[in-house]
């Protein structure tokens, strides 16, 4: 059984680009939540999809978007990356949206 | 909205010996799950521990247990014989059913001393 796996592991981007990180759920997981946490931070929910459907997203703005795939793999997109978007970004997925949910290792992005 | 706060930055402890760490919660619902996850230096989150609100008992694994009082919102961990495995960031988190979207504190560093 394969666990949550993130890539990439390390990105640097600049100032008004944008980014895409991606999330392979464990198997059998429907369930994937996003998380950022900035330096000495808790992590701090973006959203969740569940069965390619948004399912609560927490205080972010839209230029944070999402998708899930019919694997169940996922992605967060950000646009127009500001200064502080610099964080670990975390992916967990769970077996269902009530359930343990098991994080990835996360990507650090760095936007300079 | 719901709030977790952790008010100890940092905590040292010796090996074997016990510690504590403290977490409150704010929060109005009456049934919720409460969480203990430790993070090492490689960035997973990993699960140490859970409570469901509506267990009057406190949960415990191994040598990791809690001392959950509901009245006061206080939701505090344990460990015992503590490990140099032990040293990591631990966050105290809660949600309201849904495992996937969690509020979390602000995390204790947790160092452990020959």
């Known amino acids: 059984e394969t666990g949550v796996t993130q890539s990439p592991t390390h990105l640097i981007k600049t100032r008004g680009q944008q980014v895409t990180l991606r999330c392979s759920s464990q198997?059998?997981?429907?369930?994937v939540s996003w998380y950022q946490q900035a330096l000495g931070q808790g992590p701090q929910f973006i959203f969740q999809y569940y069965r390619e459907e948004e399912n609560g997203r927490g205080n972010f703005p839209p230029r944070f978007s999402g998708l899930q795939f019919p694997n169940y793999s996922s992605e967060l997109n950000v646009n127009a990356l500001e200064l502080d978007d610099s964080a670990l970004y975390l992916c967990?997925?769970?077996?269902?949206?009530?359930?343990?949910?098991?994080f990835g290792q996360g990507t650090r992005l760095t936007v300079v | 909205a719901q709030t977790v706060t952790q008010s100890q930055p940092e905590m040292s402890v010796q090996e074997a010996e016990t510690v504590t760490l403290s977490c409150t919660y704010d929060?109005?619902?009456?049934?919720?799950?409460l969480f203990w996850y430790k993070q090492p230096p490689s960035r997973q989150m990993i699960l140490v521990i859970r409570?469901?609100?509506?267990?009057?008992q406190n949960a415990t694994e191994n040598r990791f247990s809690v001392n959950f009082q509901k009245a006061a919102k206080s939701f505090s961990l344990k460990i015992s014989d503590s490990q140099l495995g032990d040293a990591a960031m631990y966050f105290c988190a809660y949600n309201t059913g849904t495992a996937s979207k969690l509020t979390f504190g602000t995390g204790t560093r947790l160092q452990v001393t020959l």
């Open positions: 929060t109005s619902e009456s049934d919720y799950y």
């Open positions: 198997s059998g997981h429907n369930t």
């Open positions: 967990a997925s769970s077996l269902f949206v009530d359930t343990e949910a098991f």
């Open positions: 409570q469901e609100a509506y267990k009057q």
